[in-house]
């Protein structure tokens, strides 16, 4: 089964937080297909869909909850579903992943209370580059703030396209006061079995 570990609760602005609980799908030949919501201080958020591909790890995330001080989340895992990859259409699910999944981060800076739109925010900046030889349409990732390896916030990013080898400027703000942010973690939201996910969808061969 899916394994839920680090579940957390974190500060994204003035009186709105964010829980984010990272998953592990350890097998390592079925995409896992589910539906998911966290329980806040007795509240239940609204039911998300997502998935997680073949030993894919990565957080989940509900974001803008009103009500969440003091709080431990629990996550819920709902309707999950299985689906197998055919060893004779890819013979190694996670180099084949890898090869489509190279995203490199670079030049990263965060800047610290900007003034904007009447308060204080801060800024992450960096370099998003495409390595891979596929470019996607409508990517999404989620940002980890990370203070010396530890998880102190979480930022969505969404991009309308990628192109492969493209290099694209990311600036995100973050609204939750008194962050230091010394690295971020990129982690990519893409299911790159489903030929939806390109730009040009690529010639059949194992599915992809």
């Not at 592990?24 to 039911?47: H, L, Q």
């Not at 004779?88 to 003034?115: C, E, M, P």
């Amino acid at each position: 089964p899916i394994q839920a570990v680090n579940t957390q609760i974190f500060s994204s602005s003035e009186s709105k937080y964010d829980a984010v609980a990272e998953l592990i799908n350890p097998n390592s030949r079925f995409i896992a297909r589910f539906d998911y919501y966290f329980v806040v201080g007795g509240e239940k958020t609204p039911t998300q869909k997502t998935f997680l591909l073949p030993g894919e790890i990565r957080p989940v995330a509900y974001l803008g909850i009103k009500d969440g001080a003091g709080s431990t989340p629990v996550v819920v895992l709902e309707n999950v579903k299985y689906e197998r990859i055919s060893a004779h259409q890819i013979t190694d699910t996670g180099s084949w992943q890898a090869y489509r999944l190279n995203f490199q981060v670079s030049d990263f800076v965060f800047l610290k209370s900007l003034a904007q739109e009447g308060s204080n925010t801060d800024a992450i900046q960096f370099k998003l580059t495409n390595n891979s030889p596929y470019s996607y349409v409508a990517p999404n990732f989620y940002v980890a703030l990370l203070q010396n390896g530890q998880m102190v916030g979480i930022l969505p990013l969404r991009l309308d396209s990628i192109n492969s080898l493209e290099t694209k400027n990311i600036d995100l703000r973050n609204f939750a006061s008194g962050l230091s942010v010394t690295e971020i973690a990129l982690y990519h939201v893409i299911n790159v079995y489903d030929t939806e996910v390109y730009l040009v969808h690529p010639a059949s061969g194992g599915g992809i």
